[in-house]
């Protein structure tokens, strides 16, 4: 039962450069959400999720896309990578039965050069 | 907007001391509550979390809310230099459509001293 798995855990992309931060877990968890961590600064909520196929925006969601086709996986789109979107990225997952429990990946460290 | 407000700190204390520690919100009608420790260079981990309802203590931490004033307090008891970290606070809003969104502060670093 590995949890909350995120890939890569760090990474260097130059501006204006793609990528797909990944994330994947195996609780059977309908709710995901990634968070964007700044130094000194708390979690902001990107996108979320609440199952397969329904996802909508949170607090900071310009600059990246998610999409839910599986239960599992939840990764998160960047296009035109920009100095501003350099941070700590979190995948969380929780299940409305959790008891308002949630779960941490690892984080992915991202640096936009 | 609905905010989350802590000291960023640094908050110093001394070994075996009890370290105190607040957060305001703004939604009067936020019911769930959660504090999070974050150690450098890792995800946070969930400490405590209350309801609306009650303070809740479990073992050296003890989770407070003040309604009236809307703010939130944990308490480290008998501190120890492990406990040094970030603390995090976190709202989660009222309503059946939260879906389990939180809102968090800033963060607190804590630092406890030999």
Redesign the interface.
């Known amino acids: 039962n590995a949890g909350v798995t995120q890939t890569p855990k760090f990474r260097i992309l130059k501006i204006g450069q793609s990528m797909t931060l990944q994330c994947t877990q195996d609780m059977n968890h309908n709710?995901m959400?990634w968070?964007r961590q700044d130094p000194?600064?708390?979690?902001?909520?990107i996108y979320?999720s609440?199952g397969a196929g329904i996802t909508d925006k949170?607090e900071v969601p310009n600059g990246y896309n998610v999409s839910r086709s599986t239960t599992e996986d939840f990764p998160l789109r960047l296009e035109l990578a920009a100095p501003s979107q350099t941070s700590v990225y979190?995948c969380v997952t929780?299940s409305?039965r959790g008891r308002?429990?949630?779960y941490?990946?690892?984080?992915t460290r991202l640096t936009v050069l | 907007q609905k905010e989350v407000e802590q000291n960023s700190g640094p908050l110093s204390v001394p070994e075996g001391a009890i370290a105190s520690l607040n957060c305001t919100y703004s939604d009067r009608g936020s019911q769930s509550f959660f504090w999070y420790r974050q150690y450098s260079g890792k995800s946070p981990e969930l400490i405590m979390f209350i309801y609306s309802n009650g303070d809740k203590e479990d073992g050296r931490f003890t989770a407070q809310l003040n309604k009236a004033s809307q703010y939130v307090s944990l308490l480290i008891r008998d501190s120890q230099p492990s406990d040094s970290a970030t603390y995090l606070c976190a709202v989660k809003p009222a309503g059946g459509t939260s879906y389990g969104k939180l809102t968090f502060g800033q963060g607190t670093i804590l630092t406890v001293h030999p």
């Open positions: 709710y959400y968070y000194g600064m708390g979690l902001k909520l979320y609440v949170g979190f929780g409305p308002d429990t949630q941490f990946g690892p984080g």
